[in-house]
Each structure stands twice: as C-alpha cells, then as structure tokens.
Antibody, heavy 120, light 108 residues
Framework: QLQLQESGPGLVKPSETLSLTCTVSGGSISSSSYHWGWIRQPPGKGLEWIGSIYYSGNTYYNPSLKSRVTISVDTSKNQFSLKLSSVTAADTAVYYC????????????WGQGTLVTVSS | EIVMTQSPATLSVSPGERATLSCRAS??????LAWYQQKPGQAPRLLIY???TRATGIPARFSGSGSGTEFTLTISSLQSEDFAVYYC??????????FGGGTTVEIK
C-alpha cells in the first residue's frame, strides 16, 4: 500500500524559508506513471495547489506562488521536497503531499498533512 | 486560471436521504474533473475522476455527472460516515490545478 509522509519544522519565522519533505513508501517515486505534488490548506479554509514534479525533475508551479516555490526530487531516497521562501502569516497552513495519476490530474494518494505555522 | 465554484456552501441532509452537490467551472474543463471528500483532521480522499468514474474502493452510492462547465456529485442515500466537506478540482487547464471552495454536508 502506497504511503506518503510529510516531515519538517512546524514553526517558521516570517521572511524565512519553509522546507518540507515527503517520503514515499510502498512504491517507487521513479514510476513513469505519476507526478508528485504539494497542496496546502489554511486553517478552516479550502485547498490550494502549490505545484508538482515528475521523477525526471520536470516541475509545474502555481503561478501565484511560482516566484517563491521550489519543488525537487531525490529518487535515491524516494523523496520529494518543497521550499517556500519569504513566508508570511498567510502561508500558515496544513501542507499535504500527494501522488497525481493521469498526468498531473487527480490526487489519488495523500499524506496525512503537516501544520506549518509562520510566527515570530 | 480556471475558477471552480461550488454550491451550496452548506447542505443539510438527513441520513438516508439523497444529497446533490454542484460544481461550476469558469470555462469548459471537458470531463477533466475530480471530487474529493475530506473529514475533520484528515487528508482529502479521491472519490470521482473523469467527472463520473469512481476511484478504487468508493461505494456505488457516490456518483458523478456533467461535462463542460457544470458538474454534480450525488450521494444516493447518505450514511453517517458521509457527513464531510466535498471539493471539486479541475485538471483540464493547468497550471494551476484548481479546487472549488467546498461544500459541507451536515446532518439535518
């Protein structure tokens, strides 16, 4: 059974860089059939797609966040990562990693999510 | 960016009744639409993709329909475990992939 697990600091200071890693188990991140993505959800609000990556390193970003986002992949560790720079309180959210099937279409497996709070 | 609008924001339904949720796209997304269910404190779960194809393990009481700009998720007979928030998401024109604002299905 495929599992995804987010990890990283739960508290980040304003203007600093948020860094999260998603570890994939029960399947290979190098599969040609899937992309791997990040989605966030501010407390009490809806879902926002951040971006996604293919095992080859091809990335796709939400234009609203593109200037601050970097998604990378480490196939040797079966992990992919998110960096979001210059964070503000508006970046406080639960961050989810997920697998996308059907060429960047549907998110069919999700991690449990991790709350990241931006505060001094 | 394609804007997804869900209605109503909240739907009050009695157990055993039918629930009908709507999702509208700001421009045609063909059938490139997915539905998710999210319970408090949990990650979303994929229910439907391709507007009408149930994901693996999803009960038959969940059905999706529509194409173009108008979509519907129907839960034929609500069970206690179905009270949750439901989101639609388009994947026809990206980036970005975009989600609707969600519909909360609550117990009447």
């Amino acid at each position: 059974q495929l599992q995804l697990q987010e990890s990283g600091p739960g508290l980040v200071k304003p203007s600093e860089t948020l860094s999260l890693t998603c570890t994939v188990s029960g399947g290979s991140i190098s599969s040609s059939s899937y992309h791997w993505g990040w989605i966030r959800q501010p407390p009490g609000k809806g879902l926002e797609w951040i971006g996604s990556i293919y095992y080859s390193g091809n990335t796709y970003y939400n234009p609203s966040l593109k200037s601050r986002v970097t998604i990378s992949v480490d196939t040797s560790k079966n992990q992919f990562s998110l960096k979001l720079s210059s964070v503000t309180a508006a970046d406080t959210a639960v961050y989810y990693c997920a697998r996308l099937s059907g060429y960047n279409s549907r998110h069919d497996y999700w991690g449990q999510g991790t709350l990241v709070t931006v505060s001094s | 960016e394609i804007v997804m609008t869900q209605s109503p924001a909240t739907l009050s339904v009695s157990p055993g009744e039918r629930a009908t949720l709507s999702c509208r796209a700001s421009q045609s997304v063909s059938s490139d639409l997915a539905w998710y269910q999210q319970k408090p404190g949990q990650a979303p779960r994929l229910l439907i993709y391709g507007a009408s194809t149930r994901a693996t393990g999803i009960p038959a009481r969940f059905s999706g329909s529509g194409s173009g700009t108008e979509f519907t998720l129907t839960i034929s007979s609500l069970q206690s475990e179905d009270f949750a928030v439901y989101y639609c998401q388009q994947y026809n024109n990206w980036p970005p992939l975009t989600f609707g604002g969600g519909t909360t299905v609550e117990i009447k």
